[in-house]
């Protein structure tokens, strides 16, 4: 269905947030079918899965096993992350729920982000999302799809209070936008502050 309703853009979507993200571990929230994990598998990339629903856990392991690729896939949920303290560099998610604003979340996805250490060089954690997108194309079948886009609630409207919920979680957090032939997506890229 999203790839219907996207013209074909949804993969290009959820692949822009893989640049902005620091090379090493990535934790994957609500990772679905698992094609934002086979991408980060392929970029290099050593990407973790965490989803709540055990169907689309199956759906993943099938889908990897079919690339080769045996990746770690964890049931749990983004309020309670079964990970230590400072555990990634950086968490990615794509088109996730309004989970991803929740203060008990956010407070996870703090915790388990790295934190800066400034005299080995190592950055702080950052965590990477892409909420939104919107067709701009303008031919009949851009039209018609931008349309079943937004009756699905994909096109936003996003809580324009994002970036306000992320400092009071302290992270620094800025917004994003990309232009590709017929959208534009968005991406919210959140580092970690410590103290």
């Known amino acids: 269905m999203s790839a219907i309703t996207s013209v074909g853009q949804w993969r290009a979507w959820q692949r822009r947030a893989l640049p902005r993200l620091p090379s090493g571990r990535v934790l994957e ?14 970029a290099g990339f050593q990407p973790i899965g965490i989803d709540q629903s055990p169907y689309m856990g199956g759906i993943a392991r099938r889908k990897l096993a079919r690339r080769g690729l045996r990746l770690p896939l ?5 309020e309670a992350l079964p990970f230590a303290s400072g555990s990634f ?3 990615v998610a794509t088109f996730p729920t309004e989970y991803i604003i929740e203060p008990k979340a ?27 997108a919107r067709i701009t194309g303008d031919s009949m079948a851009h ?32 917004t994003e936008s990309d232009l590709l032939p017929w959208s534009e997506v968005v991406i919210v890229i959140a580092e970690k502050a410590d103290g």
């Open 143 to 174: 039209r018609l799809a931008a349309w079943l886009f937004s009756a699905t609630g994909q096109a936003g409207p996003w809580p324009p209070q994002v970036e306000a919920r992320y400092r009071a979680a302290r992270f620094r957090a800025r």
């Open 89 to 91: 560099p950086a968490i």
């Open 74 to 78: 964890v049931r749990g949920r983004a």
């Open 106 to 132: 956010l407070a996870e996805f703090h915790r388990v982000l790295q934190s800066a250490q400034p005299a080995s060089g190592r950055p702080a954690g950052r965590l990477v999302f892409v909420p939104v």
């Open 29 to 42: 929230m609500a990772h679905g079918t698992g094609d934002t994990l086979i991408d980060l598998a392929e």
